[in-house]
């Protein structure tokens, strides 16, 4: 890690085992460090319990702010809570809202670490006078002196690799980044919580979204929205069902009509399950087209693409893409990186793949790798 002298670091604490263990060696590396939880929604508006950041196990109940304070305070730090509520709002569940409303599929834990463990919390450590914030991803960074530019790179630990959902972090961000899990792997983790007593060292993790816990993401988009009255946002005013909710035509991918869906909310791109058409192979869907209400399905054939689109884009090992890069790339986190080749077309991001990946849906991430480092990524919007 950085620092002969002693640096001011912020360190985000969910409350389980791994920030736990960052904010550990960040204190025996020599840093001051100060342990901040972030309160991010109301229970009564979101739901208990789940987990938004991929490899902790929760992040947002008052048990984990609990787990959290206790931690800090055996390791003699300081420690405070941020009431993030309103940020998490606008910045993660109304863009997950508006994405299903828009037929795309968000990844609303990226956006909680885009806007509220980077964006929101490098705000405060500005504020407050600190060198650098830290978290307990499993990812590195270092500097290349050859390109004069900060790098992230894959975490040690194969498994637990999480750069895929920090693909957004930009040059002033990895200056004042530190994370100190990178070098080591899950159980050596665990076991240094256990050495130390935490009482979160065998806490369970979870994949849940925190404001979705039982994973019915059309029914929380309804009542957090208010259609039907139920309004969780507060005002009681009572919204028109948009178009998402209202069933519609099924087709192949020749157009030609199978059924009724129930609402183009309801499906995502590589679905088999649910669909409710009989046929002699088993039918995925291939295609989503909002303003038309149609779902489009067609066989396992269908869903291989060779080229993939993507905007918002950021870039990290490199500050521009404007010739032809040769890279690996995913389009989704549990995904192995695939061969390809690279290069911005306008402000869209093109990645065309040696073979065929799974089709993936417009709303989710896709991130280019050059060896271990993060070149950069962006939201796809269309795989063809």
Do not use: W
């Not at 070098?183 to 404001?211: M, W, Y």
């Not at 009542?223 to 919204?239: I, N, Q, S, T």
């Not at 995925?284 to 869903?303: I, M």
């Amino acid at each position: 890690m950085d620092g002969e002298k002693q640096e001011r670091v912020l360190v985000a604490m969910s409350g389980g085992v791994d920030s736990s263990v960052a904010a550990l060696l960040l204190r025996d590396a020599g840093y001051d460090a100060t342990g901040v939880t972030m309160k991010l929604f109301d229970n009564e508006v979101a739901g208990a319990g789940g987990a938004c950041v991929v490899g902790e196990s929760t992040c947002c109940s008052q048990s984990d702010v609990e787990d959290a304070r206790q931690v800090a305070f055996g390791l003699g730090l300081e420690h405070f809570t941020f009431n993030f509520t309103g940020t998490f709002g606008c910045e993660v569940i109304d863009r997950f809202c508006d994405a299903y409303l828009h037929g795309r599929t968000p990844n609303p834990c990226i956006d909680c670490n885009r806007y509220l463990k980077f964006a929101a919390l490098q705000r405060r450590r500005t504020q407050l006078g600190f060198d650098y914030v830290a978290t307990g991803h499993y990812a590195r960074r270092a500097f290349n002196e050859r390109t004069g530019r900060f790098e992230l790179r894959r975490g040690l630990d194969e498994a637990k690799d999480q750069s895929y959902v920090l693909y957004h972090l930009t040059q002033d961000d990895l200056a004042h980044m530190l994370f100190p899990l990178g070098e080591l792997t899950k159980p050596q983790v665990r076991e240094l919580a256990e050495k130390h007593s935490f009482g979160n060292a065998h806490k369970a993790e979870s994949q849940d979204i925190c404001f979705v816990p039982d994973g019915d993401y059309a029914s929380f988009i309804a009542r957090y929205m208010g259609f039907g009255g139920d309004a969780a946002r507060g005002d009681g005013k009572e919204r028109a069902v948009p178009a998402a909710f209202e069933p519609g035509d099924i087709v192949d991918v020749g157009g030609k009509v199978l059924g009724r869906h129930t609402g183009l909310v309801h499906y995502t791109i590589g679905q088999r399950k649910g669909i409710g058409v009989a046929a002699p192979e088993p039918l995925y869907v291939v295609g989503k087209d909002a303003g038309k209400n149609v779902l489009v399905v067609g066989p396992r054939s269908e869903l291989g693409v060779c080229e993939v689109r993507a905007g918002d884009v950021n870039l990290i090992s490199v500050a521009e893409l404007d010739k032809p890069m040769r890279v690996t790339a995913k389009t989704h986190y549990r995904q192995r990186a695939q061969a390809a080749e690279a290069v911005m077309e306008g402000d869209q991001l093109v990645v065309r793949f040696d073979e065929a990946v799974a089709r993936p849906a417009a709303g989710q991430s896709l991130v280019l790798y050059d060896g271990d480092a993060v070149v950069g990524g962006g939201t796809i919007e269309v795989g063809e």
